[in-house]
């Protein structure tokens, strides 16, 4: 490898962790601006192949880190818990509900609103089942249940999200004890994005990224000297954190496509032309990525990284049927009988009275794309950004309103059959609805409040994150080795309260939990409680 000023640069190949592949790190960067030449000799069973690339080095531009506001709300919009109380959720208020609904638990992420943001694990009428409530200015986006080495994992983004609507952190995948076992980081000088974490069969992570860089507007009537926030997404190897594969739009998408207004970019505030917000393997292979500021779904061959083809903005493959165009639209995905399922924004600024989910068929290229099913909120929504629709087993249809603080199942039908919503000014990026068994790799935990008897109380018992909780039963003795049970109450909630009769033998208590047959899932350990000594 040779840069045009820089000159020739050593390094060495590090391999892929499934070894069909390798990366070459150079040992000291390139120059900003530079042109640089590679090439390499390929040996195999033919003969020897010299093959011969170029590329540019862009000119990185620096952007605002300021964070997105954070809106406390009131004491009332925080849950609390005297087990747990360094875990401070936003309340979640279930407007509808019914038992045609899909079982399963809910997987979101609130932010900006009152409470902690973090990923939080819903049962199926709404009650908390787990949460990781994160330090201030650090939000949780894109949580959810995948497949990671052939077992259930959760993943989420988690990092700050700037007033610019994009994120720089890190990608978590965590197992069924909510124990951390990958973190997913960008390659080639970026940070991981929020909009993307989608995990692949073959044990890599596709992301997200935002790069400003220097850029000439004149062609759109910006500055000739601008900066434009350059959309790209990486395949990255898990175990190795190598980057196996990187796209950018800058290299296939013009300038033109875009539908934002504000071209007159500053090194502040770079021209957001793209913004990349999704990534989606098709059933061929190829990727369904998403541009919220072109309109645009496109469809990329992963070998080439050209355009297939485009659905919607301005020069869409396409003729748009009735009730097909999409505006500021979030996560399109192929549907196994290849339908495309999208959130259809509609705004901002606002292009459609109320966002929705939307099911489209697509009659070649060339043909029309046509309207299958959408989903409406009752009463309307306007999302402004952010959003999802997720196709469930039963063939009904969960939907994520995004900035709105609501999300919804709908049936077949098109009914809305369950809703809820976090307080106003919380949002969660995506919503979702997976089965899920957790058995935290941390005790149960509990708190003791005394009672106006002698040496009685109340105890409080929780696990976050357990899921097979069927009830709880409280032990008492003078000695940490010499418990007895006291009593037993069946699991109310995230935390359950226990009274417990006068006169306790202790000090000590602990809780245990145990699962409908009654066998112990785990035990707290035993502390001393200064209301019976």
Request: charged fraction near 15%.
């Amino acid at each position: 490898m040779r840069g045009s000023r820089s000159g020739a640069h050593s390094g060495h190949l590090a391999s892929y962790s499934q070894g069909n592949g390798a990366s070459f790190l150079p040992d000291r960067p390139f120059a900003e601006g530079e042109r640089v030449t590679v090439r390499a000799r390929l040996n195999g069973s033919g003969a020897p192949q010299t093959l011969l690339d170029e590329f540019a080095i862009a000119i990185q531009d620096t952007i605002s880190t300021t964070p997105e506001a954070i809106h406390p709300g009131a004491a009332a919009e925080v849950q609390g818990f005297r087990s747990r109380p360094d875990l401070q959720p936003p309340v979640l208020t279930v407007t509808a509900g019914s038992a045609g609904a899909q079982p399963g638990e809910m997987f979101v992420a609130p932010y900006s609103g009152p409470g902690q943001a973090g990923p939080m694990i819903l049962d199926q009428n709404g009650g908390l089942v787990w949460f990781k409530g994160l330090p201030r200015n650090t939000s949780a986006t894109n949580f959810r249940v995948q497949q990671y080495a052939g077992e259930p994992v959760l993943t989420w983004w988690q990092g700050d999200i700037s007033v610019h609507g994009f994120g720089r952190g890190e990608g978590v995948i965590a197992d069924s004890s909510y124990t951390d076992i990958a973190h997913v980081r960008a390659g080639n000088g970026d940070q991981a994005d929020l909009h993307e974490l989608q995990l692949t069969p073959s044990g890599t992570a596709l992301i997200t990224a935002y790069n400003p860089i220097l850029c000439n507007l004149s062609s759109i009537g910006g500055p000739a000297y601008g900066a434009v926030t350059d959309g790209v997404f990486q395949e990255i190897d898990v175990k190795s954190g190598l980057v196996m594969y990187e796209w950018t739009s800058l290299d296939h998408v013009a300038l033109s496509e875009s539908y934002s207004k504000s071209k007159t970019s500053s090194t502040r505030w770079p021209f957001d032309f793209f913004h990349i917000n999704s990534i989606n393997v098709d059933q061929d292979g190829s990727l369904l990525i998403s541009a919220r500021n072109t309109w645009t779904i496109y469809d990329i061959a992963p070998s080439s990284g050209q355009i297939a083809w485009r659905l919607g903005g301005k020069q869409s493959s396409f003729a748009a049927g009735p009730g097909t165009r999409t505006a500021f639209q979030h996560d399109p995905r192929q549907l196994p009988d290849g339908l495309i399922s999208a959130f259809d924004n509609g705004s901002s600024p606002t292009v459609h009275p109320q966002s929705r989910g939307i099911v489209l068929s697509l009659d070649g290229q060339g043909g029309a794309a046509t309207l299958v099913s959408q989903f409406l909120h009752s009463p309307p929504l306007i999302a402004d950004s952010q959003g999802n629709i997720q196709a469930l087993a039963n063939g009904d249809w969960f939907v994520g309103w995004g900035q709105e603080p609501d999300f919804s199942e709908f049936n077949a039908a098109g009914s809305m059959i369950f809703d809820a919503h976090f307080p106003v000014h919380a949002q969660s990026y995506r919503s979702f609805r997976f089965a899920w068994t957790g058995t935290p790799a941390h005790p149960p935990a509990f708190a003791f409040k005394a009672g106006a008897a002698a040496r009685s109380g109340v105890v409080y018992a929780s696990w976050n994150g357990a899921t097979e909780v069927a009830a709880w039963q409280v032990l008492a003795g003078s000695h940490r080795s010499a418990l007895k049970v006291l009593a037993q109450a069946p699991r109310v909630g995230f935390e359950t309260a226990i009274a417990l009769p006068a006169h306790i033998a202790g000090p000590y208590l602990a809780v245990q939990a145990l699962d409908g047959a009654g066998h112990v899932l785990g035990s707290s350990p035993a502390a001393a409680q200064a209301g019976l000594k």
